[in-house]
């Protein structure tokens, strides 16, 4: 089992930031990817960005320029630094970890708020 714990959602104004932080413990060389997904309201999860244990990184189209994904293996941390935030960003944001690279993830955090206003 890996256990995902996030932290920093919160609100912020359009053109805003805000850096996300998922701290993965638990069984964790069992997986390959980390990253994150997020739930718009009325919407499905979606993938934001997920990155290797060898950091190659998948972002979603609508986020590649304005979010970073970064990871230290050493602390079993995944990063989302997220600028220049739009009211569409406005969701639930989850830590996932996957076994095998662009496969669906196999853990969920609970969640974290991002809400951005215009």
């Known amino acids: 089992q890996v256990q995902l714990v996030e932290s920093g959602g919160g609100s912020v104004q359009a053109g805003g930031s805000l850096r996300l932080s998922c701290a993965a413990s638990?069984?964790?060389?069992?997986?390959?990817?980390l990253g994150w997904y997020r739930r718009a309201p009325g919407k499905q999860r979606e993938l934001v960005a997920m990155?290797?244990?060898?950091?190659?990184?998948n972002y979603a189209s609508s986020v590649k320029g304005r979010f970073t994904i970064s990871r230290d293996n050493a602390k079993n941390t995944v990063y989302l630094q997220m600028n220049s935030l739009k009211p569409e960003d406005t969701a639930d944001y989850y830590c996932?970890?996957?076994?095998?690279?662009?496969?669906?993830?196999?853990?969920w955090g609970q969640g974290t708020q991002v809400s951005v206003s215009s």
């Open positions: 996932a970890a996957a076994q095998t690279w662009l496969a669906p993830p196999d853990y």
């Open positions: 638990g069984s964790i060389r069992s997986t390959n990817a």
């Open positions: 990155i290797s244990r060898g950091n190659t990184i």
